[in-house]
């Protein structure tokens, strides 16, 4: 790189993408380095790394401004965000007309160039000042993709245009634009790069599912890149045989046409003619026929751009398999052709349409019409054909709801009955993906597959089929069916046949075998697997089937142990509604579902509702199954929790202790759940304040799941973690540490980033770090799992609640007062609600607060928080809880700051008394407040009372009075 040579990044909005290209084109020929996605960036690349990355080579950044570039979702990126940040190193070119509202207010104060309404040579040369001034180029330069001769003196077909320069091509039948295309950027820039890659003829196909968007993005690609060609033909090519005939209409177009020959010698001059013009593209719509197709293929230095529900172009030409929007890319379209439609609304809704393009078009003008979005919604689920067959969508052929009844009877016509079959049992079975090993497992049992129960290549050559009829998506393993493919389809069979058809289903889904619910390596196998027992028509069509039953419950324990508490709800919820009524309340299966059903409103922080359910439950199963059945033992341990999260320790305890003897009974002392009893005693009496009586029950609990379940069984890591707590409690922060960071590491390798359990694990490693003094490293972590609390558990969840007090307790410490307290109320009035005004987690909050709001000065509010949160605890935990004790302190501290000398030194020799008894000597809180009662004795005078109490001879320092939070 030579002194005047200059490295820019080319930023710009996917609509501008000719323009980008021939900006880093001038560049490049000016001998400048230019970085462009479209040219150095590979498909799968992590677009943020690669955009930071480019930022921090870049020299400066060229921005292409125009209005598609301030539009409100790319302001919010990422790449605008680093834009932004390096406003001095911004170039800004304009590429047409704006004014000051067009642009955000930090960049109005930028100078910039316009290059629109300007010829070649002028906008080149406003581009070379606006970069200050042109760099001798070292050598030749071509353009990116194809080699090409020195650019200076050899015209080279495939450089870039001035778009602005020419208008649409000199040949060119293209229908009009969709205003509406939004998304797809990612696959346009594909695309283009697939296209410009070569001198030679290059095709490119792009195939995929009815409505999923093929015909709109090779309309979009014609439009944006019109001023790259000179000639754009759009050709219907669903009929092959009729595609001589379109080439003679363009040879017609072209004057080379031929009136006596017949449309094959036309056709072929076209041909010949194409081998040797530049910059042409042709648009092959529709071309479900590849062996038909091939032989019409032009060869030369053009461009072939097919669409096609046929994914069998090997060979024939470069494929991408077009698969539905992205959540982010339908939720930006549905905001702009839907007023007033919220984030949340829209990510319901194309969740429901499992975002299909057509889908989300129709559903688009449905909603603009005035039907409410509740309303429509609830349609889908009851009149899902009907609703989609309704349409007012230009841009597509023909609704959903036709495009999938046209291509389905179009396989049966072909004379396929065992892809018909297979497409109608895959449409009653979920939308994700089906192994297709399930189906050749049970093939001679399935009644509604006709042909040979024994011939292997039947699930072969039946995909094939429907993958050909853009039916489903293949792949090596396993067939998926778009879940409105799938909702369309099932109202076509009669009753008998969908009875028959629903027997086959429960027969597939009944032999498959993925092993312990509970295991975390066999959680892969039951996520495929309940993705198609989670589907109504499933769960409500079983109740006759115990083995079946057996898995659905199977499959909600999987869900609950995975860490995902609204899957096992809404699951357990459908089934109970269900067998509930058709099996009883009293039916055992019924009884395991509402267990279930309890488990999982306990892991969604609603326990209020959880523990009528979970109670209900342990009255009938004492009833119909006796105390000591070692499910009732279930729903006892269920209860204690639920008393537990209720914030009634002792009633907990009892019940714990009662489940436990009779669990080791009944059971013996190893079985896993006697052992779940014993580690649920030990956590009742912690709460109870009982650290030290809960820890060598923990120890012992710890030991024997080692023994049992190994190293790394969840419920292994969940005893590890409970000491490591309860050491934390007792004082010993520096082996709960060592205790927790492995934990940690465990769970994060086995359950993942974002189970409950590892964030559980990640909250109390940061509780230990703060406790250790490492305040930033806990902010640190305590703000990373909030966040993650927040958008896997939600905002009111008792453990996000939790993770907003601790990243507050932690400011608090680094003495940002001001910043923590907004936190501390919030997560005061959430608990307040959510739990409970007596709930101790609801007090912990009160007095965490009423701490900060005295280091902020407000005392009197404080000494009423601290005083009235004390008399809670007396009254809720007793005198002796630590939590208690911890209040006696907070007053005293008020007192003593108020120079109320006399009551602060009775509280707090009250309190140190019992701090003694429960804690010992040795513990840091019973220090701390051993300090704190010193500090108030010499602040009266009675100095030697105060050294002797700290074992040292009196001295004239000052020393802080420390406070504790909890």
């Not at 009929?239 to 036309?266: C, F, H, M, W």
């Not at 060869?299 to 090997?314: F, K, M, Q």
């Not at 489903?472 to 998926?480: C, G, H, L, V």
């Not at 108020?898 to 840091?924: K, S, W």
Request: hydrophobic residues 40%.
């Amino acid at each position: 790189m030579t002194d005047t040579t200059r490295r820019f990044f080319v930023s710009y909005a996917g609509p501008d993408q000719a323009w980008a290209e021939w900006v880093g084109w001038q560049l490049k020929r000016a001998g400048h380095q230019v970085e462009l996605d479209r040219w150095d960036w590979q498909t799968g690349d992590d677009f943020v790394q690669k955009m930071s990355l480019a930022l921090q080579r870049a020299d400066a950044v060229v921005a292409v401004f125009s209005k598609r570039y301030f539009a409100a979702e790319r302001w919010s990126g990422d790449e605008w965000s680093a834009t932004v940040a390096m406003r001095g190193r911004l170039v800004p070119v304009a590429i047409e007309a704006l004014t000051d509202d067009d642009i955000p207010a930090l960049l109005r104060n930028r100078l910039y160039k316009g290059l629109h309404g300007l010829d070649e040579p002028a906008a080149t040369a406003a581009l070379l000042e606006a970069v200050h001034g042109p760099v001798p180029p070292a050598g030749p330069v071509a353009f990116p993709g194809a080699a090409s001769p020195d650019a200076d003196t050899v015209p080279d077909p495939q450089r870039p245009r001035l778009p602005s320069s020419v208008g649409l091509p000199e040949v060119w039948s293209v229908r009009r634009r969709n205003p509406d295309f939004s998304g797809r950027e990612d696959e346009m820039v594909q695309l283009r790069a697939g296209l410009s890659g070569g001198h030679q003829a290059v095709v490119q196909a792009l195939h995929g599912m009815g409505g999923i968007g093929k015909t709109q993005i090779a309309l979009e690609y014609a439009h944006r890149f019109a001023s790259q060609y000179d000639l754009v033909w759009w050709i219907d090519a669903e009929q092959a045989d009729q595609l001589p005939v379109r080439y003679t209409e363009l040879a017609d177009r072209l004057g080379i046409a031929k009136s006596d020959a017949g449309s094959e010698a036309n056709a072929h001059a076209l041909l010949q003619h194409l081998r040797t013009r530049h910059r042409w593209l042709l648009v092959l719509d529709n071309a479900d026929q590849p062996d038909q197709i091939e032989p019409w293929l032009p060869e030369g230095p053009g461009h072939v751009l097919i669409t096609s529900r046929n994914p069998d172009w090997h060979g024939i030409a470069h494929q991408s398999d077009l698969d539905v929007f992205t959540r982010p890319d339908s939720q930006a379209y549905l905001k702009s052709r839907i007023p007033g439609i919220t984030p949340e609304q829209a990510d319901l809704l194309a969740l429901d349409l499992g975002d299909l393009p057509l889908a989300l078009a129709q559903a688009a003008g449905v909603l603009r019409s005035g039907m409410s979005l509740d309303r429509y919604r609830r349609l889908l689920t009851t009149n899902t054909e009907l609703l989609l067959q309704e349409s007012d969508v230009r841009d597509y052929p023909a609704p959903l709801a036709a495009t999938v009844i046209i291509a389905a009877t179009r396989l049966t016509d072909d004379g396929h009955p065992d892809a018909t079959a297979l497409l109608r049992l895959g449409a009653f079975l979920g939308p994700d993906p089906i192994p297709t090993a399930w189906l050749e497992t049970v093939r001679p049992r399935l009644t509604t597959i006709p042909g040979d129960p024994d011939d292997p290549m039947w699930l072969r050559n039946a995909l094939q089929h429907l993958g050909r009829f853009g039916l489903a998506r293949t792949d090596f393993d396993t067939f998926q069916i778009h879940r409105l493919t799938q909702a369309i389809l099932r109202t076509q069979p009669s009753p008998e046949q969908a009875a028959a058809i629903g027997d086959d289903v429960t027969t597939v889904l009944a032999a498959v075998d993925p092993g312990d619910p509970q295991s975390p390596a066999d959680w892969p196998a039951w996520a495929s697997l309940t993705a198609h027992l989670a589907t109504p028509h499933v769960t409500t069509a079983v109740t006759g089937q115990p083995g079946l039953r057996a898995i659905l419950l199977h499959a909600t324990h999987f869900l609950i142990r995975s860490g995902l508490p609204r899957a096992a709800h809404g699951l357990a919820q459908a089934l109970h509604r269900s067998w509930n009524t058709d099996l009883g309340p009293n039916h055992p299966d019924t009884l395991t579902c509402a267990q279930y059903l309890g488990h999982a409103s306990v892991d969604l922080g609603d326990y209020a509702t959880a523990r009528p359910i979970i109670e209900d439950t342990f009255v009938r199963r004492r009833r119909v199954l006796g105390e000591d059945h070692p499910d009732t033992l279930h729903s006892a341990n269920d209860a204690g929790t639920a008393l537990s999260y209720a914030g009634e320790p002792a009633k907990a305890h009892r019940l714990h202790e009662d489940a436990l003897v009779r669990r080791r009974r009944v059971l013996g002392e190893d079985h896993p759940d006697t052992l779940n009893s014993a580690s649920n005693l030990a956590s009742a009496l912690g709460e109870l304040g009982k650290y030290a009586e809960a820890r060598p029950m923990q120890e012992d609990a710890l030991a024997r799941r080692r023994r049992v379940l190994g190293e790394d069984h969840p419920d292994t890591l969940s005893s590890a973690g409970n000491l490591a707590s309860t050491l934390h409690a007792l004082g010993e922060s520096a082996e709960a540490r060592r205790m927790h960071e492995d934990t940690l590491a465990r769970r994060r390798r086995v359950l993942g980033e974002d189970h409950p359990d590892t964030l559980n694990s990640a909250s109390n490693l940061a509780t230990t770090l703060h406790a250790l003094g490492e305040s930033a490293e806990a902010r640190r972590m305590h703000e990373d799992t909030l966040a993650r609390r927040r958008r896997i558990l939600g905002e009111d969840h008792p453990d996000t609640v939790n993770s907003v007090g601790n990243v507050a307790s932690v400011l608090y410490a680094l003495g940002e007062y001001a910043e923590a307290r907004p936190m501390e109320q919030d997560a005061l009035a959430r608990r307040r609600r959510i739990l409970g005004e007596d709930h101790p987690d609801t007090l912990s909050s009160a007095g965490n607060l009423a701490t900060t709001l005295h280091a902020l000065g407000e005392s009197a509010e404080a000494r009423r928080m601290h005083e009235d949160t004390l008399a809670r605890r007396r009254r809720v935990l007793g005198e002796d809880h630590p939590d208690t004790l911890v209040s006696f302190n907070s007053v005293a501290v008020i007192l003593h700051s108020l120079r109320l000398y006399p009551e602060a030194v009775e509280l707090l020799q009250d309190a140190r008394a019992r701090f003694l008894r429960v804690h010992g000597v040795h513990h840091p809180d019973t220090t701390q407040i051993t300090r704190n009662l010193a500090a108030s004795l010499r602040a009266m005078g009675r100095r030697h009372e105060a050294e002797q109490l700290m074992g040292r001879k009196a001295s004239k320092g000052k020393r802080r009075f420390g406070r504790k939070r909890r």
